[in-house]
């Protein structure tokens, strides 16, 4: 048995080797076809490259795609999981993340795609994606899915304005706001940027996915859906924030957000980030992306700056208004933009505080950590089987380094934290309820309230 099968009453990884399970879908199915879209991508860019680079972009252009064919091979043909040959800053930690699942596994089989943890062998993918890219340096710049994050940013610009455009009317009114509606509103933001991870593109093998109609409008018909609502406990959270040495004063404090997708849901995060500053709420925002292009759609420096600058420069008031604001938080400082490598290795977030004890210790200093969407659930419970009314705190194995909330779609069967029978009822009623991206949960944990 392996060794991670036998380790005190933690459940086995989800693997593709559970033959007609999602994790096993994924990687026969939809894996083959983001790597062919991103082969095809990067051909269909070949004249650019030209232009940019001249013939040795063209060369670059046929050494990735060659190297990315022979991704799909190994793949598709179950071969063992490769060590990293590019000598970057995260490479070693790769490699001795295969050397650690190499040794549990035991010396018989080998680590590979279909019986290898999915989430491991997922995260390999998009990593290796990159060094076919960075292997090749006139193109090493080049983001393979950035086509698909801006369409996801301008299919959804009707959207976007209604959103904008609802936050001027909460900003404008914000000295005559009571509680009670300043209560309302972050009810309807938070769940504004939760239902904006609906729109991911990993999900659809990169095939649009974007949000048409006003999410606000949409928010009451969609609470039946949220299986888990915490938002309460949020709310409260954000309200108690002590400072230090003075017990009874209410202060505003820093909220950090693990981003998950630039187009539609980053736009969210930005709204609701910035009623969080604007309310008082908080008065420092921090919000974490990935180093580098990361399953699909996941937001990068550059993806984030892009979108501040379209907002800013749309043809629409209420657009460009909040765009200008965004980036005057960026300049002073009340937000910014942080990538620790940590978010794209393929750990277990309870492995941080070991192997990224350094970011670990800066979200300490955080008084809420909003966890956006899938990944970052799967990385937080560990992406195992758990039974589905596991507590949520049981199911992070010890991190807390910060009140923390994972806002997630579900798109993949993990789900811990339900009551006893809920999980059967929806099985029965709905069997893909967890990985359709139709059901939500809001579920909260504090390290505060273990404490005592
Ligand atoms: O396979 C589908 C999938 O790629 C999951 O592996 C992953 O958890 C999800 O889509 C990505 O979703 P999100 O963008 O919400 O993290
Ligand atoms: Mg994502």
């Known amino acids: 048995m392996a060794a991670e099968q036998i380790s005190h009453g933690v459940p086995p990884s989800l693997s593709a080797k559970v033959v007609g399970s999602f994790a096993y879908l994924t990687v026969r199915d939809r894996l083959p076809t983001i790597l062919t879209r991103v082969i095809d991508t990067i051909h269909r860019n070949k004249n650019k490259f030209f232009?940019?680079?001249g013939e040795s972009g063209i060369q670059a252009e046929k050494q990735a795609i060659s190297l990315l064919s022979k991704l799909r091979n190994e793949l598709q043909t179950d071969k063992p999981v490769l060590a990293l040959t590019d000598g970057l800053q995260d490479t070693e930690s790769w490699n001795q993340y295969l050397q650690r699942h190499q040794n549990m596994q035991g010396?018989?089989?080998a680590v590979s795609w279909f019986k290898s943890p999915w989430l491991y062998v997922e995260c390999y993918m998009y990593r290796r994606i990159q060094e076919a890219i960075w292997l090749n340096p006139p193109i090493c710049d080049y983001d393979v899915f950035n086509e698909g994050k801006a369409q996801s940013y301008f299919e959804s610009q009707q959207a976007v304005m209604a959103l904008c455009t609802y936050l001027e009317e909460v900003n404008k009114n914000m000295e005559e706001t009571s509680k009670n509606q300043l209560s309302e509103h972050f009810n309807k933001l938070l769940k504004v940027s939760l239902w904006g991870n609906k729109c991911d593109l990993s999900i659809s093998a990169g095939q649009e996915n974007s949000q048409k109609t006003s999410p606000i409008d949409s928010l009451n018909s969609l609470q039946t859906f949220i299986l888990v609502d915490d938002s309460n406990v949020v709310w409260s959270t954000l309200n108690s924030i002590e400072e230090p040495g003075q017990q009874e004063k209410s202060t505003s404090g820093r909220v950090d957000f693990v981003l998950d997708n630039a187009?539609?849901?980053l736009v969210t995060d930005l709204i609701f980030a910035d009623f969080l500053v604007s309310s008082g709420l908080a008065c420092e925002v921090r919000f974490h992306g990935k180093c580098f292009p990361w399953f699909v759609s996941d937001v990068t420096a550059q993806d984030f700056q892009w979108t501040i600058?379209?907002?800013?420069?749309a043809n629409h008031k209420w657009m460009s208004k909040s765009g200008v604001q965004w980036q005057k938080y960026m300049k002073e400082g009340v937000w910014?933009?942080?990538?620790?490598?940590?978010w794209t290795l393929p750990h277990e977030f309870c492995d941080m505080s070991t192997d990224a004890p350094d970011l670990y210790a800066t979200l300490m200093e955080a008084n809420l950590l909003l966890f956006k969407g899938d990944l970052n659930y799967r990385k937080l419970t560990g992406d195992r089987h758990w039974d589905h009314t596991v507590g949520f705190d049981t199911s992070?194995?010890?991190f807390g380094p910060a009140p923390l909330c994972s806002l997630r779609t579900l798109k993949a069967n993990v789900q811990v934290g339900l009551q006893p029978g809920q999980g059967e009822k929806l099985t029965?009623?709905?069997p893909d309820w967890m990985t359709s991206g139709k059901y939500a949960v809001i579920q909260f944990y504090s390290p505060k309230s273990v404490q005592t």
């Open 263 to 265: 187009g539609f849901e």
């Open 309 to 313: 600058r379209q907002t800013m420069t």
């Open 396 to 398: 992070l194995r010890g």
């Open 51 to 53: 232009e940019q680079f």
């Open 428 to 430: 029965s009623q709905d």
């Open 336 to 342: 910014s933009y942080h990538d620790h490598p940590f």
């Open 107 to 109: 010396d018989q089989e």
